[in-house]
Each structure stands twice: as C-alpha cells, then as structure tokens.
C-alpha cells in the first residue's frame, strides 16, 4: 500500500526529461529501519526503466558517501529499507574510520545482469546531478567499475572511478578486512596466525575473491560458496577451496566465517546453528536486527562489527574527495588502523561484557556528536 501510494504519485517532472525525482522521506519514515534519515529521494524514469532511492541518513560530518546498489529487490519497500539500512551504516562507517564523511546510499532496483543498460545508467546520472550537494556514489554489489566511470562522465558526484579517481575500493576493503580477521584471531586465540586456519567465505564477488587471494596467500584453507558456481570452481582451482553449497556455508566448521554476499546473514535463524568461533567479512548489515549481536555473544562467537571491518574501501573513495587530491600510501595506512580499531573494541566489549557491535555504535555517536 505504501509502495503504491508513492509511486503514483508525481510532483517534480523536468520538462525536457522522462525522469521523475521527489522526495519520499516522510512515507518512508513508516518503513523498518527509519532511523531520523535527512532526506529520501525516489527518481522513476519508466522510459528508461529506472527505479532509483538515494538515502541520506546523516551529513553532520560532511556529504554523504556510499555506493549505489543494483538489485532486484523483492518489491519497492523491501528496496527502500536496504538503502535506509544501508545509508545509516554508512554514516557510522565514516564516523569511526575518522573521515569528514556522511551516511547515504543508494539503490537501484533492477536485475544487474538484463536491466542495466545505458538508458537507465543516464537516467541515474540526471537523479544524481539531483542531489550532488548532499551526495556522491560509488560501487556497490550489482554496480562496477565500468559503471561507475560511465556515471562520472555525466556527473561529478561518482568516487571510485578511473576518472581522476582511484579506481574499485574492492581491493581496499578487502585489505582492511583480511587485517581485521587477523585482529580478530589474535584476540580469541592470542595469534593472528592464518597458517592452516578453516576460513568460509560467502560470496565471491570483487570482495570476497580478493580476500581469498590474500588468506590463501597467509597460508588459510579456504572454504567457499557462491550462488554463481563458475566462481566457486575457478576458487577450488586457484586457492584449492572446498567448495560448499550455499545453504550449508553458514554452518560450516570454520575458525572465520566471512560473509561477503549480501545482508541479514546472521539472524535467530542462523546463530543457533553456527560452527565459526568468529564472524568477520565484507558483507554490509550482516547482522539482521542489531539485538542479533547478543546472541553471538551469548554463543561466545567473536563478531567483528561489519562497518568498522569493511571501511577500506570508503577509506579509499574519501581519499579521491580530500582538498590535498589522492594519496595511496595515506589510504594504507589508514587501512593499516583498522585492526587497532577493533582490537579496542573487542577489548572494551570484553571489559564491559557487552556486544562488539553495541560498543562500535557507541563510538560512532560519541564521534558524531562531536561533530
Ligand atoms: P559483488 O557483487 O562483487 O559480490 C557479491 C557476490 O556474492 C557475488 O559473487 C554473488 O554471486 C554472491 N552471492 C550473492 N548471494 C549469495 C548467496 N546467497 N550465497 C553465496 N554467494 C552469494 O559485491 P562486492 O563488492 O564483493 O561486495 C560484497 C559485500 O561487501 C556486499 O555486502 C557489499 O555491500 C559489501 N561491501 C563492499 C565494499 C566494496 O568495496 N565493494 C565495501 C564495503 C562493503
């Protein structure tokens, strides 16, 4: 009822554009994960076959950065709800990372394989122009790099691009998250050793393939699963991965768990039944209700909270908007600090005897409050 109370309605139309751009936030604000988002827009091109929601949760720190995704959501509101979840975790990723950045993230909802044409990649481009004050995009799962350098020829808003950019952050998460699973076994174990450690990997897309390479380099036995088997074989054939089925990867006996697919992996329904002694991947909003993270805790699987282990690539696209231009060895070396991030924050959970995930939000807040 909600999604078509929304889209039959149509308040701003350029004259000489098929695209349609209004501002959605106050029905949105009915949805599940409504968090006091700043702004809500909903851009519809039918001609061109867009149905675009750029979130704005919080711009306290500066504009909002994040990626767009390209997904075939289930229906409109299960769309929406992704971009406000997605957009808030944001906000908190450049709160604790340091950065001069707001929280906003955008999603296209169309299947990336058969929708994506440049029609509806134009049409994208006139919604970001839309909004290039508050916003600035960049990949996200369904969107590439060849995406995001077709954006940046019609807008300015794009990061990540090789435009004067500094090219896929996929590399960079993947660093800082390959650091942050040794973070995570040197304070459950006491050694950040991987030599011979069970690793499952969800998902083998621009992250989850990086960081394969990586702990199979360091020496892990790598488990994996993807919904696209061809990768799954070439993963077996690099890495000597076992390769499990999608249903089971969850649940396989593993030291790490790396969810590095899409959301919502770690619910009620799942951490019962988890074998890893730690959860640490790429994955946005791994955890389906916040509340989820208690029961991790209760099982005494260490999680390392997603936006503060995923933050290298946003790292590495604010670099490409600082005043002083793009530094590589500045972007390593603030990869190099997300390790020393979540050890504090495993340790005050510890001290505090409280989820890891309560204590990074803590510092998120603490961090954004002081402006
Ligand atoms: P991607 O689209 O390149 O890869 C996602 C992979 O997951 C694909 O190979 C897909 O087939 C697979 N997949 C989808 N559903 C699956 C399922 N049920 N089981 C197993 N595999 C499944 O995306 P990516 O850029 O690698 O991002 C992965 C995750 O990390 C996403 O949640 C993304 O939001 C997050 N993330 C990415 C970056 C980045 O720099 N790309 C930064 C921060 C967070």
């Not at 169309?110 to 970001?128: F, G, I, R, V, W």
């Not at 699963?225 to 006996?253: Q, W």
Request: aromatic letters at 4%; hydrophobic letters at 40%.
């Amino acid at each position: 009822m909600y999604a078509e109370a929304v889209l039959a309605k149509r308040p701003f139309v350029s004259s000489d554009s098929s695209l349609v751009v209004e501002d959605i936030t106050k029905s949105a604000s009915q949805l599940r994960g409504f968090d006091d988002h700043e702004r809500i827009i909903l851009g519809r091109d039918d001609e061109r076959g867009l149905t675009a929601i750029i979130a704005i949760h919080n711009t306290t720190l500066g504009r909002a950065l994040g990626g767009t995704r390209i997904w075939m959501h289930d229906n409109f509101d299960s769309a929406v709800t992704d971009a406000l979840r997605l957009s808030r975790g944001m906000t908190f990723k450049a709160a604790i990372a340091g950065l001069p950045l707001g929280g906003g993230k955008a999603v296209i909802r169309a299947n990336p394989k058969s929708d994506k044409t440049p029609q509806l990649l134009d049409a994208y481009a006139e919604m970001l122009a839309h909004v290039q004050d508050t916003y600035i995009t960049a990949e996200d799962v369904g969107m590439t790099l060849a995406d995001a350098d077709y954006l940046r020829e019609r807008t300015a808003n794009v990061a990540g691009t090789t435009i004067g950019g500094s090219g896929n952050p996929s590399s960079f998460t993947a660093e800082g998250v390959f650091l942050g699973v040794k973070a995570a076994l040197k304070h459950k174990t006491g050694s950040d050793d991987l030599t011979g450690r069970r690793i499952a990997i969800q998902g083998l897309g621009s992250v989850g393939w990086s960081l394969a390479e990586k702990l199979s380099k360091a020496g892990a036995k790598l488990v994996v699963a993807d919904i696209n088997e061809a990768r799954c074989v070439e993963a077996k054939e690099a890495f000597g991965a076992e390769i499990v089925s999608t249903d089971t990867i969850l649940f396989t006996e593993v030291d790490v768990l790396a969810p590095c697919a899409l959301g919502g992996v770690l619910s009620h329904k799942t951490i019962p039944d988890l074998k890893a002694g730690i959860v640490a991947g790429s994955a946005n909003n791994q955890l389906l209700r916040h509340e989820d993270a208690a029961a991790l805790k209760e099982r005494g699987i260490l999680y390392a909270p997603d936006y503060v282990i995923n933050a290298g690539g946003l790292m590495n696209v604010a670099a490409e908007v600082e005043p002083d231009g793009y530094d590589k060895a500045k972007v390593i070396a603030k990869i190099a600090q997300i390790p020393t991030t979540l050890g504090s924050i495993f340790q005050q959970a510890e001290t505090d005897n409280q989820p890891t995930n309560e204590i990074a939000l803590a510092m998120a807040k603490a961090r954004i409050e002081k402006g």
